[in-house]
């Protein structure tokens, strides 16, 4: 490889400035390894859950839920007397819309022709309160205790971040030469051929509920020189396929971050 060339291409990799002579541009994608594309990948044994965040101080059940009621009406379902008797439902609001809730756990017993889950969703949507109207998206869960005595209580939701099903290979080209690109969900340390990999890339990923890419944002300098650089990796990282993140079970949207590993010429 003449000199030239060769320095053009430690500096892109190294996320330097790049001369116009050498020049680089997007060299191709491979696809990721796993599930492809064939539908939502299904929760993953090692997804990365933890109690919500938000929000930040827990409320009442009394403030989410209209507890009377809802108690009251409950008292009078045979199915609640019986000792042991419980559900925990997960409750979400959007911009201080309430969702409708999803039955997360019962031991309760059909009664009738409507499915018990169903008749108590219906129920606690009725009498779930209106929220104060925000950009966020939070929730709770309420526990309901049957016996004797009915309770409710409240506790976070759960959380499930985004996991990528194994991962994708690309490349740039930076003169006449071409350089692979691999995204993994963590820094990967190996070699390729028997060069070090450079320090990774960071990407910010928009993780649609049904696992696929929404967005990609490479975490690089705003400097002209790099922009093909740029786009190789996001478009190789748009390739990737999620777990989606689940809140209490449930698919939603969400934030990921993946890592581009650009190997370096020998």
């Keep these: 490889m003449p000199p030239t060339i060769r320095a053009e291409a430690r500096l892109v990799l190294a996320l330097f400035l790049a001369t116009a002579a050498g020049g680089c541009g997007a060299a191709g994608r491979g ?3 796993g599930q492809g594309d064939t539908g939502t990948p299904r929760e993953h044994p090692r997804q ?21 009621a809802l108690l009251a009406d409950l008292a009078g379902d045979d199915g609640w007397r019986r000792p042991g008797s419980y559900a925990v439902l997960s409750l979400t609001f959007d911009g201080g819309v309430a969702l409708f809730p999803i039955v997360v756990r019962t031991d309760l017993t059909p009664l009738g022709k ?33 016996g004797a005595t009915l309770s409710l209580a409240i506790a976070r939701q759960e ?3 985004p ?10 080209s930076v003169g006449r030469t071409t350089v692979p690109i691999v995204i993994a969900d963590r820094p990967l340390n190996f070699t390729m051929g028997q060069q070090p990999v450079q320090s990774p890339i960071e990407l910010r990923v928009l993780v649609e509920s049904d696992g696929s890419v929404a967005s990609v944002e490479a975490l690089l300098p705003r400097r002209a020189g790099v922009d093909a650089l740029r ?9 990737v ?19 581009a590993m650009v190997g370096t010429v020998r």
């Design 241 to 259: 396929r999620f777990y989606p993140a689940l809140r209490d079970g449930v698919p939603e949207r969400a934030w990921a971050r993946l890592y």
């Design 31 to 33: 696809g990721t390894a």
């Design 114 to 146: 409507q499915a018990p889950e169903e008749a108590l969703a219906r129920l606690v949507r009725l009498h779930t309160l209106a929220q104060a109207r925000g950009d966020s998206t939070w929730g709770a869960r309420l526990r309901l205790d049957g």
């Design 231 to 239: 786009r190789a990796v996001e478009e190789t990282a748009s390739a």
């Design 163 to 172: 996991r990528a099903v194994g991962t994708a290979n690309g490349s740039v």
């Design 48 to 68: 990365d859950c933890a109690p919500a965040a938000l929000p930040v101080v827990l409320p009442a059940a009394a403030a989410v839920v209209d507890s009377a």
């Design 159 to 161: 959380i499930c971040r």
